[in-house]
């Protein structure tokens, strides 16, 4: 199996632009845990919204039990093509194989969060 087909569904780059940014606002206000152990925590807990995955992830099967969890959980789940710029999404200087969007109602991004994951779902049919 190729990388490319086992990193689905994978975000166009209008789509990834658009998940790194609200990636960027979430670690502001601390919705986003970073990191593929973080991630399936987050998920595992109920607290996640989206999980977005590196694509290029090596090898990709680290990431790999995240979207079964996230089928498992009802969590929309994504690839972006970079690790380097979902790292730099993040605000650190490492790359970044998953980050989840957690929930926080009172958050100003929660509308721009169900807009994208309304996206990523549409990406899955």
């Known amino acids: 199996m190729d990388s490319e087909s086992a990193a689905w569904p994978m975000a166009d780059e209008s789509l990834a632009q658009e998940l790194l940014n609200i990636l960027q606002q979430g ?20 607290v996640a919204e989206l999980v977005i995955m590196a694509g290029d992830a090596s ?20 690839f972006v093509p970079s690790k ?9 200087s490492r790359s970044i194989i998953a980050a989840s969007i957690n929930t926080n109602e009172a ?13 990523v779902e549409r990406l899955m049919i």
Do not use: F, W
């Open 27 to 46: 670690t502001h206000s601390r919705q986003v845990k970073k990191g593929a152990n973080e991630a399936t925590k987050a998920v595992n807990r109920g």
């Open 59 to 78: 090898p990709l099967a680290i990431v790999m039990h995240l979207p079964l969890l996230c089928e498992d959980k009802n969590v929309p789940y994504v």
């Open 84 to 92: 380097v710029a979902l790292g730099r999404a993040c605000g650190v």
């Open 107 to 119: 958050s100003d991004l929660a509308s721009q969060i169900q807009e994208l994951k309304l996206k």
